[in-house]
């Protein structure tokens, strides 16, 4: 059972405006909440990350939201650029019990923006 | 910065082969991770290690084996690949709960 969902497999956005991307949790024993970049034929890179006790953090163009209530993170991106065109997977890092520390991943989602 | 090296971007094997991809980081760090990353289905823990000599079970170990003999290496065994281990493969070392670097990764098709 996937714990942690990222519904769109893709999305489409013009370079300038806003990209949005989804994430949405299951299991509630998560204290942080990761995002990686994805370049094809390289490995993840972070971007960003929020702990569970907060509800916004901001980097630059990037600034992530939390909703404990509805289990649910966003990562804003403004304004988008054609170089952040890539893949963006949401990672949860586990609470504790057996699975303390261990990061379960979102399937990805692939952002094109387009010039 | 971290370094997380795997000796192959590009492998190609046959069914049947005793498969060994080869992970080693530059940081001292105790805990390092292989994942396997398939389309529509993210990044899946295959093994992990918090220390030399130590190796556990992550979500996915079936057909699969590690070694972890220097701190600093940290080997992915495929004892006999099948085409459904097709997929490309990251290696990951940790250096606290939040703070993961990969390595660029090794695609590996088994024919």
């Known amino acids: 059972d996937q714990q942690v969902k990222q519904n769109s497999p893709s999305l489409s956005v013009q370079e300038g405006r806003i990209s949005i991307l989804n994430c949405d949790y299951t299991?509630?024993?998560?204290?942080?909440f990761l995002w990686y970049k994805k370049y094809p034929a390289e490995g993840p890179t972070f971007l960003i990350s929020i702990s569970s006790i907060k509800d916004k953090n901001e980097d630059g163009r990037f600034t992530v939201f939390l909703n404990k209530s509805a289990k649910h993170l966003s990562l804003h991106i403004v304004p988008s650029q054609p170089g952040d065109s890539a893949v963006y997977f949401c990672?949860?890092?586990?609470?504790?019990?057996?699975?303390?520390?261990?990061?379960?991943f979102g399937q990805g989602t692939i952002l094109t923006v387009h010039p | 910065d971290v370094k997380v090296t795997q000796s192959s971007r590009y492998l190609v094997k046959r069914t049947g082969e005793k498969v060994f991809l080869e992970c080693v980081q530059d940081m001292d760090h105790e805990n390092m991770f292989w994942y396997r990353q398939d389309p529509g289905l993210g990044l899946r823990l295959i093994y992990f290690?918090?220390?030399?000599?130590?190796?556990e079970k992550g979500d996915i170990p079936e057909g699969y084996s590690v070694s972890r003999e220097k701190k600093e290496r940290f080997s992915l065994i495929l004892e006999s690949a099948s085409t459904n281990q097709t997929s490309m493969y990251l290696c990951a070392s940790r250096r606290d709960r939040t703070f993961y670097t990969f390595g660029s990764g090794t695609r590996l098709t088994v024919v």
């Open positions: 299991n509630s024993m998560f204290d942080y």
């Open positions: 990672a949860a890092v586990g609470a504790g019990g057996t699975s303390y520390g261990k990061l379960t």
């Open positions: 290690s918090y220390d030399v000599k130590m190796k």
